[in-house]
């Protein structure tokens, strides 16, 4: 069975367990980098999310990730609200899967 993986900070992620989805924590650069892997590695892992409060402080981390490995990854708002850098990363995934910035504005 194919499932869903959310990635970020114990107490901004714990809300998607209630949804059925797996939890992995990460607080740092490394520790992001490290669980992605191991995610990249599992062939169940149909979707990765990863919580907006931990790209803002590792920018690009996703984009580059994105481009190396074929798992669908998003990065979505906590319940503590958007920092803009879930529709940054929405922004880019679109222009790189359209080849054009058709949500326009500049997001990115």
């Known amino acids: ?31 992001l980098e490290m669980v992605m892997e191991k995610l990249a590695q599992d062939p169940a892992i149909s979707l990765i ?29 906590t319940h503590l609200g958007s920092t803009g850098a879930s529709a940054r990363e929405t922004g880019k995934m679109v222009k790189d899967a359209v080849g054009v910035d058709i949500l326009g504005g500049g997001l990115y």
């Open 1 to 31: 069975m194919y499932k869903a993986v959310v990635i970020g900070e114990r107490d901004k992620i714990l809300p998607f367990k209630a949804l059925g989805m797996g939890l992995e924590y990460a607080s740092s650069r490394k520790d």
């Open 49 to 77: 999310i990863v919580s907006e409060d931990i790209v803002v402080k590792q920018p690009d981390i996703v984009s580059t990730f994105r481009e190396r490995v074929r798992i669908p990854s998003v990065v979505l708002p």
